[in-house]
């Protein structure tokens, strides 16, 4: 367990567990913000190389303070991808969540697909980012508690093609998770 300092009353920090990645990718690092409501996390070897499908479990472990919930979630994404010429299909990344116990409520998002193409050869950054609205359970604020952020992911390439998702390498991006806390 990573634990962060309590920067103020009114903005608790959260404490977050080891990171784990499975399916696909694994975990190269985390760091947990200044703020102790955001995460970044390094994956390696997540990507996907002319018409692969690479799928990742990501998994966080969450303790909210008592007398918190969370409200909003936002996650961001970087990588890049790279589409040959005349590529009409290109790459995509799709993502969907689930939370589970620890004042995380229930995440209020549909599956996101963001596709990457060009008519011209292309290689370039990309950094895309999803906010999650969490809606309350009932009897969550009876105080914090420890919870789980699942995200699965699906990297798709088409033939000519790949992506990379934060891989901890020269095409190095992160995820990024942020935590908006609201008190009960």
Do not use: H, W
């Not at 990645?21 to 694994?26: T, Y």
């Not at 190389?49 to 007398?67: A, D, M, N």
């Amino acid at each position: 367990m990573i634990t962060t300092k309590v920067l103020a009353q009114d903005s608790p920090s959260i404490l977050f567990g080891d990171a784990i990645g499975s399916g696909g990718c694994k975990v190269a690092d985390q760091l947990v913000g200044e703020d102790g409501r955001s995460l970044s996390i390094i994956l390696d070897n997540f990507s996907a190389y002319s018409g692969e499908r690479k799928k990742c479990i990501l998994r966080v472990q969450t303790f909210i303070p008592s007398g918190f919930i969370v409200q909003d979630v936002q996650v961001l994404y970087q990588g890049t991808t790279e589409i040959k010429a005349g590529n009409k299909d290109g790459t995509s990344l799709s993502r969907t969540y689930s939370f589970s116990g620890g004042a995380l409520g229930q995440a209020v998002a549909p599956p996101k697909t963001t596709k990457f193409t060009s008519t011209k050869p292309i290689m370039q950054a990309f950094a895309e980012q999803d906010n999650i609205t969490v809606l309350a359970s009932t009897g969550l604020c009876s105080g914090g508690g420890v919870g789980l952020l699942g995200a699965n992911l699906i990297a798709q390439s088409s033939p000519g093609s790949n992506i990379v998702v934060d891989t901890a390498d020269i095409n190095a991006g992160d995820v990024r998770l942020y935590f908006d806390l609201k008190r009960c």
